[in-house]
DNA sequence: TTTTCTTACGTTACCGGTAAACCTGACGCA
DNA sequence: TGCGTCAGGTTTACCGGTAACGTAAGAAAA
């Protein structure tokens, strides 16, 4: 029903080759054998079937398997919108997954999409099954780590440091003169990233000699509410407090909530620090004291890295973004 | 280098046709050459060749493309996140592309895509050049247009309507007493939605007797700051409006901002509605007067529409998801 | 006893491209 | 005249599955 290389080449009167040649804009034709072969995939509108493509010549597809924590988060989004502007101008196609902070899904993601002989992959964060690493060593494509430095990736990394986060925050409220911390996060257990960041917070308030006063860690999804709820019951159990961190900004945004709720004024009362640098973060009334994160940065970097090294050209390991703390009004 | 059924055929001492009936769940073999196979799939790590299967089989594959206006919008955010969970539980795979409002890109994100003979397409939107149309009517899988209504889809359509949206809203600010409304868009000439809006918000206006005084319509993305300026431009040109209807509650936000920096009080001196229904917005102060978009709920009912259609059920043409004005507390 | 049915496989052909090897005639040149 | 060379092709053999069909052996039915 749909035209192929070998209907074309009927009509044009030359080998299926010769039209595969033609169309890949190859060498070996004459002129006028182009044009009649062009001609009549025009008119007979032909569509390549990358599928054929793909298996055929055995060497792996234009296809990317990209696998994020979720689809809803708003800094992920921007990634996935960097590798895609990155990949699509390069011709290849991003196959997406979530895995919902979970490594057996990733697993599970990672089964399902290296049967289709992807030409790279895509990974957020840095924690994977030994059957996912397995998996994709297996893979012969190239494999990029991203959002999380790896010491040891598996193969190609891309992002910036957890832990520096959270210990230049730290840095940055001791100077302000904050004493008594808290931390509010949410994904208990499941976000690996998150708690690299409250370790590195922590660590630093701890050699300051002003330790870590309180901490709370939802088991909910970091949004607004988990946010707001975090915040009063951290306040619930320890009132005095002069600032705190939260997971990211969402979370944070959902904390001034609350503090405004109860009368606390901020930065005067308590300080509030975010994470991520979500636009919405910068147009409050004051803004938002946060670390913000280079996102589409990272997905381009993520996207080119695996391309350079699908072309043979050797490129960096790792790549590290620089992440930048916006002091803001909050904290 | 990776084990193939051939490979495992010969290990297990049966024929490739047998391997495949067994790793496929089929019948006609008996247990002990089940559980031979199975073992020696298992130790030599095969991995399916979901090309081949796909290519061989020349019935479409289990993979489904979809297009989205940009990956960055939360709103379409959710909706991907809809359709993955929907189609990944039904072990189908999702590629993804963005056509920044343009129906050229759009064309060639299609063209691209069908070349990879997917099982189905997702649409965002109701307007697509010819020759989208033209390619999606050969390529014989079925075809879904979310997020618009479409009196006559190409396939499927699953959504809402614009129009009533703006109309909804005209006619709740009307009965909130408001008479000299404005309208602040963005996406000039791209955004045929938002233009869907503010026709229905326009009319309802004009039928009661009200019609809008001042409309903005930028050629930014929409965004905070496009929401910030885009008042402040509209106020200066026409600064009696006891109203303004935003093009979405990212803009919304960013004109509530505005608004409170020139130290207008909302919604006493002047109400201010969003559409779309973003998180945020419900945590503000005072919450945002905005229509809610079912928008996972898209994501899924597109994804299952589009799978019922592929096993062969008769479903429904167009499907109508309801949306949900919150009166909010600045309109 | 013969026929038919069923189970449990094996064989064959094919999907639509691509790489690699192979042709062929024209032309240049020693 | 003979040879190499090159443009401009063609032929062949795959890639790894799957559908469709074939078949041998034993069970059940006539």
Request: hydrophobic share 45%; proline share 4%; net charge neutral.
């Amino acid at each position: 029903m749909k035209a192929n290389l070998e209907d074309i080449a009927l009509a044009a009167g030359v080998s299926k080759m010769t039209v595969s040649r033609v169309l890949r804009g190859g060498t070996g034709f004459s002129t006028q054998t182009r044009d009649k072969v062009m001609k009549f995939a025009q008119t007979m509108g032909y569509v390549p079937n990358r599928l054929a493509a793909a298996f055929g010549a055995d060497q792996s597809s234009t296809l990317v398997g990209m696998c994020v924590p979720r689809l809803t988060s708003g800094l992920f989004s921007h990634v996935l919108d960097g590798v895609d502007r990155a990949l699509s101008r390069l011709g290849y196609q991003l196959m997406i997954g979530a895995n919902n902070h979970s490594a057996e899904e990733e697993e599970a993601w990672v089964r399902q999409v290296i049967a289709w002989r992807p030409a790279g992959v895509i990974l957020s964060g840095r924690t994977h099954t030994p059957g996912t690493v397995d998996l994709l060593r297996e893979a012969t494509g190239p494999v990029v780590e991203i959002w999380d430095l790896t010491t040891s990736p598996i193969d190609i990394s891309v992002g910036f440091s957890h832990f520096d986060c959270g210990a230049e925050m730290a840095q940055f409220l001791l100077r302000r003169g904050r004493r008594r911390a808290g931390y509010v996060g949410a994904l208990a257990r499941a976000d690996v990233m998150g708690a690299a960041r409250l370790e590195g917070f922590e660590a630093t308030l701890a050699r300051a000699g002003h330790p870590l006063v309180a901490c709370e860690v939802l088991h909910d999804m970091p949004g607004f509410y988990a946010g707001y709820y975090g915040l009063e019951t951290l306040l619930s159990r320890q009132p005095r407090l002069d600032v705190v961190y939260f997971h990211n900004d969402e979370m944070a945004i959902g904390g001034l909530a609350y503090a405004q709720s109860r009368g606390l004024r901020v930065p005067e009362d308590l300080g509030i620090a975010g994470w991520g640098g979500m636009e919405a973060a910068s147009i409050l009334q004051r803004r938002l004291t946060t670390t913000v994160v280079p996102t589409t940065a990272i997905g381009k970097a993520a996207a080119e890295a695996l391309v350079a090294r699908l072309k043979g050209e050797a490129g960096q390991e790792v790549t590290v973004l620089p992440t930048r703390l916006e002091p803001g009004e909050t904290g």
